[in-house]
T-cell receptor, first 117, second 112 residues
Framework: AQTVTQSQPEMSVQEAETVTLSCTYDTSESDYYLFWYKQPPSRQMILVIR??????QNATENRFSVNFQKAAKSFSLKISDSQLGDAAMYFCAYRTPYGGATNKLIFGTGTLLAVQP | IAGITQAPTSQILAAGRRMTLRCTQDMRHNAMYWYRQDLGLGLRLIHYSNTAGTTGKGEVPDGYSVSRANTDDFPLTLASAVPSQTSVYFCASSDRQSGELFFGEGSRLTVL
């Protein structure tokens, strides 16, 4: 069965600095998607970034980028120029393509990010 | 565009009572999901539905049931609530092209 591991329950970063959140996963599939979701105190689940496994290029969305290492099954999230609004719980998630073996998102346990002014 | 609407937002319930959490989407997504979120455990899948008329069990299905009579609605029922079902419940639907899940705002359920 596929699993997603986030080994950092909590992280802290100074405003304007860079922080990296770690995520590893286990799968025997070759085609899949990986996601990072953000959950601020409002409880809303917000998609931060998405990566298709067949793409070698790392996904980037403004200040958010990933380091996708397929062979190592690693999918870390880098937040540059951290802002107070980045403070939230961050979840890493995995799924296979629609209709595939895992037609649902499997989540890690989350990393709570604090941003210090 | 409403996206996914969950109701109620919050509920306190006596143990043994029956409770239905409602979920409606207006995006015409085929797949829908129910997750529960507990501190330190992340989000765990309870039940899912790949298309109207079909449902499947997730990681933690015991004590819960679902139905999918049409594309838009996916209610979650607790037949006889127990304190361990105290949690925040999220309904979600899936876009076929991107694989992204779109979430409702969650329902906080407390079982006493």
């Amino acid at each position: 069965a596929q699993t997603v591991t986030q080994s950092q329950p909590e992280m802290s970063v100074q405003e304007a600095e860079t922080v990296t959140l770690s995520c590893t996963y286990d799968t025997s599939e070759s085609d899949y998607y990986l996601f990072w979701y953000k959950q601020p105190p409002s409880r809303q689940m917000i998609l931060v970034i998405r990566q298709e496994a067949y793409k070698q290029q790392n996904a980037t969305e403004n200040r958010f980028s990933v380091n996708f290492q397929k062979a190592a099954k690693s999918f870390s999230l880098k937040i540059s120029d951290s802002q107070l609004g980045d403070a939230a719980m961050y979840f890493c998630a995995y799924r296979t393509p629609y209709g595939g073996a895992t037609n649902k998102l499997i989540f890690g346990t989350g990393t709570l990010l604090a941003v210090q002014p | 565009i409403a996206g996914i609407t969950q109701a109620p937002t919050s509920q306190i319930l006596a143990a043994g009572r029956r409770m239905t959490l409602r979920c409606t989407q207006d995006m015409r997504h085929n797949a829908m999901y129910w997750y529960r979120q507990d501190l330190g455990l992340g989000l765990r899948l309870i039940h899912y539905s790949n298309t109207a008329g079909t449902t499947g069990k997730g990681e933690v299905p015991d004590g819960y049931s679902v139905s999918r009579a049409n594309t838009d609605d996916f209610p979650l029922t607790l037949a006889s609530a127990v304190p361990s079902q105290t949690s925040v419940y999220f309904c979600a639907s899936s876009d076929r092209q991107s694989g992204e899940l779109f979430f409702g705002e969650g329902s906080r359920l407390t079982v006493l």
